[in-house]
Nanobody, 126 residues
Framework: QVQLVESGGGLVQAGGSLRLSCAAS????????MGWFRQAPGKERESVAA????????YYPDSVKGRFTISRDNAKNTVYLQIHSLQPEDTAVYYC???????????????????WGQGTQVTVSS
């Protein structure tokens, strides 16, 4: 069992930055690849970043590459998402998730993730 709690969201102006945090408990985060997803009202949930068990490999879709950075500190059981150059279209609820797929690859689909946080709201004003 893994429990995940996101924090760090808020209201920012376009062009600003945020760092989101995801604290894990129940089991050590190093056992799982981790990912960040977002969902805007009326839109599908989409992957924005993923990271391997040890943090050595990462994935980003083209839509966020260059602006989003995922990292993890397994000693703290915490995963981070650093976001730069925020735009209004980044407004969404952001979720972190853990996958039981194993440590040989980085999953990118939401149905490959098993544990989810409650989400943190990011709102970008123009």
């Amino acid at each position: 069992q893994v429990q995940l709690v996101e924090s760090g969201g808020g209201l920012v102006q376009a062009g600003g930055s945020l760092r989101l945090s995801c604290a894990a408990s129940g089991r050590t985060a190093s056992n799982y690849p981790m990912g960040w997803f977002r969902q805007a009202p009326g839109k599908e949930r989409e992957s924005v970043a993923a990271i391997s068990c040890g943090g050595g490999r990462t994935y980003y879709p083209d839509s966020v590459k260059g602006r989003f950075t995922i990292s993890r500190d397994n000693a703290k059981n915490t995963v981070y998402l650093q976001i730069h150059s925020l735009q209004p279209e980044d407004t969404a609820v952001y979720y972190c998730a853990a996958s039981k797929v194993g440590c040989a690859r980085i999953p990118t689909r939401d149905n490959e993730y098993d544990y989810w946080g409650q989400g943190t709201q990011v709102t970008v004003s123009s």
